[in-house]
């Protein structure tokens, strides 16, 4: 368990470069986010995990995401160009999100959290997939029937796919 949570948190070295290059974290606040993020970790990990360890892990990151917005919206006299690492805290929060879904596959409540977050980051790509996947799981649930629909329907534009999933 160990060696999988310090190879995760090997894979954040870039991400945290690269808030202290952009001054966005001091030393001290990525000392506190490496550590935070390995208490997360481990708790995910452990066996008898409940769906709760994984939703204070997806807030923390929620709030840290708003942090970063802030601080970079801040910076004044750099260039606002694109950055690959820009986007790390929302893959983070999707890589979470995706986790828990895993393991508590029945649990629709974090089912229709993780479609809000989609449809509110505008995921479009991993929002099919993640429905696909939910409809497939959860037949009988209308709810992800709608949200489906109005996928297709007001965020695509697509009335024939729409009234294909009604039918």
């Known amino acids: 368990m160990a060696d999988k949570v310090e190879n995760i948190l090997e894979h954040m070295l870039t991400e945290f470069d690269y808030y202290q290059r952009e001054e966005l974290f001091s030393n ?50 750099k260039p606002k160009k694109f950055d690959f690492q820009d986007h790390q805290i929302k893959r983070r929060i999707i890589y ?20 809000c977050f989609l449809l509110k980051t505008r995921s479009m790509q991993k929002l099919n997939r993640v429905l696909a996947t939910v409809v497939q799981l959860h037949p009988t649930v209308l709810d992800f029937w709608l949200i489906s629909v109005y996928t297709e329907l007001e965020i695509k534009g697509n009335l024939f796919s729409s009234r294909n999933l009604m039918l």
């Open 96 to 115: 979470l999100y995706d986790r828990a879904c895993r393991k508590f596959r029945q649990n629709i409540c974090l089912w229709k959290e993780y479609l």
């Open 28 to 77: 001290k606040e990525i000392k506190g986010i490496v550590k935070m993020r390995r208490a997360h970790e481990y708790k995910m990990y452990r066996k008898d995990a409940s769906p709760d360890f994984f939703f204070e892990a997806i807030n923390y990151e929620k709030t840290l995401w708003t942090k970063k917005n802030m601080r970079k919206a801040k910076q004044v006299g």
